[in-house]
């Protein structure tokens, strides 16, 4: 049974800094993709930051390219999103996803996933 428990969230002000984590659980993940989304009231849930468990590319949104980082510790079985840079708009609920093959190598559809997070709440104030 695959877990993803987010944490980190909170409030912060706008230009600030927040590293987001999640503690994967269940089986190995070596083969893994590996995906943070994010749903800001009224909207729909969208696509934030991909990568392979396994290592090389990563993926992001036009909107936080440049400003977010993913990335994974083996040892503590742990997928990071370093979030600097802060803005309002960054405010909503992030979401870590994962699965074992992405379907039609969509890194953007919610779809593509079969394991989801709880969700840990980002506040960015003006």
């Known amino acids: 049974q695959v877990q993803l428990v987010e944490s980190g969230g909170g409030l912060v002000q706008a230009g600030g800094s927040l590293r987001l984590s999640c503690a994967a659980s269940?089986?190995?993940?070596?083969?893994?993709?590996m995906a943070w989304f994010r749903q800001a009231p009224g909207k729909e849930r969208e696509f934030v930051a991909g990568?392979?468990?396994?290592?090389?590319?990563?993926y992001y949104a036009d909107s936080v390219k440049g400003r977010y980082t993913i990335s994974r510790d083996n040892a503590k079985n742990t997928v990071y999103l370093q979030m600097s840079s802060l803005k309002p708009e960054d405010t909503a609920v992030y979401y870590c996803?994962?699965?074992?093959?992405?379907?039609?190598?969509?890194?953007?559809?919610?779809?593509?996933?079969?394991?989801w997070g709880q969700g840990t709440q980002v506040t960015v104030s003006s």
């Open positions: 996803a994962a699965d074992r093959v992405l379907l039609n190598n969509n890194w953007y559809a919610t779809g593509s996933y079969g394991y």
């Open positions: 269940g089986r190995p993940f070596s083969g893994y993709v």
């Open positions: 990568m392979r468990w396994s290592g090389g590319s990563t």
